[in-house]
């Protein structure tokens, strides 16, 4: 193998799995199965629910492209999206680094350095928003057709070609924030004196081709988020809004190199102490990086670029990417948003920086190894810190709305279909004040379609509540809910009807993604009658108040299998000759084909003896009493009933036990709560 091309593998494996080690550390804190905040759910929801064929309209076509990858990776969690971002942010690494090196515009472990300040850059507010994931996939190919631009004028090849005008076309039919930029960026082929005339044709004309078809798409299809966007961002005359948008692209430049990091230290001084840890290991890891590549590459001649940039027009470019990629938003109400603008941007004010740094450590060339990992893991240690600061913050709103999504299934495992789910939080209102984020969450929780949803303060705040097909959970200290029985006393009247059992359907299984989507797992002892301990590997054995013989709720075991049971003791003493009466009601969807055990009566003693006495039947559809009498055979210490009736072809609910002992009854938690 070639020395040139050994050195390459060996740069290309030692930075790739660099990054990939700096990007594990960012996600290690918060897991996978962190869920967006508000639009993601919607996302989501629509790519689960379409084609991708037919998601492929209006002036965005290929936005949903990474949803519906992320969807085809895991489609019961966000475990996808966390996975397709985690990748992005590596792929971004990766290719940032070598458009650095193949312009020559820095050494290696500089490189390095810059293309971490690349994917944390602080000037963005919304670094790790899920929701935007389609314009964190846009910026990605951007910058990898860049590269293949760049190698293509390098080494003229049809594959190169036909991958950038891949590239390109993928990230303008994903978003638009990136046209300006795109269309300037074949003025860096004037930088080159290699290549041939029919070869910078070939790439000027394949680069325009994507441009021009990606406009004509744009201007032709329909676009209500970025009509109401400019719509909102109007002011009261032109010269008003000609001065907002100057001085918000001002204010974007200050933002970058000025007001960005002045809230790095605003952000990390409350910073959790974990986060300094593993900003240290992302540290250890820069800087280890840094010296191997220093090491291997020391003394190294490097081969001139094919398009060769100076410092100066260097900086020029990185100034032009911030300006180009805000400028749209300066003409809408995001100029003065500073969350997800700075995506594309983030590229130019690394670049800058880092080319500032390599023209002043030239100055003092003997210092240049033990200053820049000094400075450089100093700048990476606060911009991971603050990174992860931002995304705990993201995290802590996503596990209220995980908390809460889960209490909401815990009390209403299923839903007739229309039902509206009231949630009423007196403090923020935890799906982002949006009705629709919290209606797609739910109907995402759910995996069924037709759900409405409300938030609001209180219940007085809430206008035209459908009563009657309505579920009220009220917000707890905790973040868990609680399902209202009945409203309070001055909504009592004959026009308000409040029955919320009525909208729970109780025959079917506890929802699957509620118990394998979020970081919180429902809880099985909310799901069990009080007192009674289950031992089941199911959550679709569980208390259920839509049917009942005594009282409110009964005790539902799911025709699905799985062996459960329930238990409660009973602290009673005895002796032998005792009467006992063991009395459970019961009912089955249609009669079973035999009888089965459906409870057991335990009494036990310190020495080891049990008396087992088991009450048989065969349930029907409607309740009926089974029982087992006996006389006790020795003495006894306490008492365990346990209830078992498992069926894997239909499913069993019992209710209203009782014992009695010499004709008088000792009292049992019933299922019902009486």
């Known amino acids: 193998m070639p020395e040139k091309n050994r050195s390459f593998i060996i740069e290309l494996m030692i930075s790739g799995f660099g990054f990939f080690l700096v990007v594990a550390l960012l996600w290690m804190p918060f897991g996978l199965k962190t869920t967006d905040i508000a639009d993601g759910w919607i996302n989501l929801l629509k790519v689960e629910r379409a084609s991708m064929i037919s998601l492929v309209e209006g002036s965005r076509p290929l936005v949903y492209l990474p949803w519906k990858l992320s969807y085809w990776v895991s489609n019961d969690s966000f475990m996808g999206v966390g996975l397709v971002l985690a990748a992005l942010f590596w792929g971004r690494t990766v290719v940032f680094y070598w458009i650095l090196r193949n312009l020559r515009l820095l050494p290696p472990p500089l490189a390095f350095f810059i293309s971490i300040l690349f994917i944390l850059y602080p000037a963005d507010q919304g670094i790790f928003l899920m929701r935007a994931l389609g314009r964190h996939t846009a910026v990605f190919f951007y910058y990898l057709a860049l590269l293949l631009m760049i190698l293509a004028v390098k080494r003229p090849s049809p594959l190169y070609l036909t991958g950038m005008i891949l590239a390109e076309g993928i990230s303008a039919l994903i978003a638009e924030q990136g046209y300006l930029l795109m269309f300037a960026t074949p003025l860096l082929l ?61 204010l974007a430049y200050k933002r970058v190199f000025v007001g960005g990091w002045l809230d790095v230290f605003e952000k990390i001084r409350n910073a959790q102490v974990e986060y300094w840890l593993f900003g240290l290991g992302i540290v250890l890891v820069a800087v280890n990086v840094y010296y191997l590549l220093s090491r291997l590459f020391y003394n190294t001649p490097e081969n001139v670029s094919s398009i060769q940039l100076s410092p100066f027009l260097a900086i020029i470019a990185g100034l032009a990417v911030i300006g180009l990629t805000f400028f749209p938003y300066s003409l809408t109400s995001f100029r003065y948003v500073y969350s997800r603008v700075f995506y594309y941007a983030m590229g130019g ?326």
């Not at 078809?213 to 809004?241: C, M, P, R, T, W």
């Open 190 to 250: 004037l930088a080159d004196n290699t290549s041939t005339r029919r070869n910078k044709i070939y790439i000027v004309v394949g680069w325009y081709l994507v441009m021009l078809f990606s406009i004509i798409n744009f201007i032709q299809g329909k676009k209500g988020h970025q009509e109401k966007i400019l719509a909102d961002g109007q002011a009261e005359s032109v010269f008003q809004y000609l001065t907002e948008v100057v001085t918000s692209n001002l």
């Open 349 to 674: 004010g690394a670049l800058v920086l880092g080319v500032l740094y390599a023209q002043l450590v030239k100055k003092i060339p003997k210092w240049e190894n033990i200053l820049t990992p000094i400075l450089g893991g100093i700048v990476i240690l606060l911009i991971a810190v603050n990174g992860l600061a931002q995304r705990s913050s993201l995290v802590k709103t996503s596990q209220r709305q995980q908390k809460i999504l889960v209490s909401i299934v815990e009390q209403a495992p299923y839903i007739e279909e229309n039902t509206t789910i009231v949630l009423l939080c007196d403090k923020r209102r935890p799906f982002t004040r949006l009705d629709y984020v919290f209606r797609a969450a739910l109907s995402w929780t759910y995996d069924q379609e037709k759900i409405r949803a409300l938030q609001c303060d209180s219940l007085s705040a809430c206008d035209q509540i459908p009563y009657a097909t309505s579920l009220i959970f009220e917000c707890n200290a905790d973040d868990t809910v609680t399902l209202l029985q009945q409203l309070p006393a001055k909504y009592h009247n004959d026009s308000i009807k409040y029955k919320p059992q009525s909208r729970i359907n109780g025959y079917t299984p506890f929802p699957e993604r509620a118990q394998l989507a979020f970081d919180f797992a429902p809880n099985p002892s909310n799901l069990a009658p009080q007192e009674w301990v289950g031992n089941s590997g199911s959550l679709n054995d569980r208390k259920v108040c839509n049917v009942s013989f005594a009282g409110d709720c009964s005790l539902l075991f799911f025709d699905d299998g799985i062996p459960t049971s329930f238990s409660q003791s009973l602290e009673v003493k005895g002796k032998a000759g005792e009467t006992f009466k063991f009395t459970i009601w019961a009912k089955s969807r249609s009669l079973l084909n035999k009888p089965i055990a459906l409870a057991t009566i335990t009494l036990r003693n310190q020495t080891g003896i049990e008396e087992n006495h088991l009450v048989v039947g065969q349930p029907s559809k409607e309740w009926s009493l089974f029982w087992a009498q006996f006389e006790t055979a020795d003495f006894y210490e306490d008492i365990m009933i346990t209830v078992h009736p498992n069926s894997d072809s239909l499913s069993i609910w019992l209710d209203d036990i009782h014992v009695y002992r010499n004709k008088i009854e000792i009292v049992v938690e019933n299922f019902s709560f009486e």
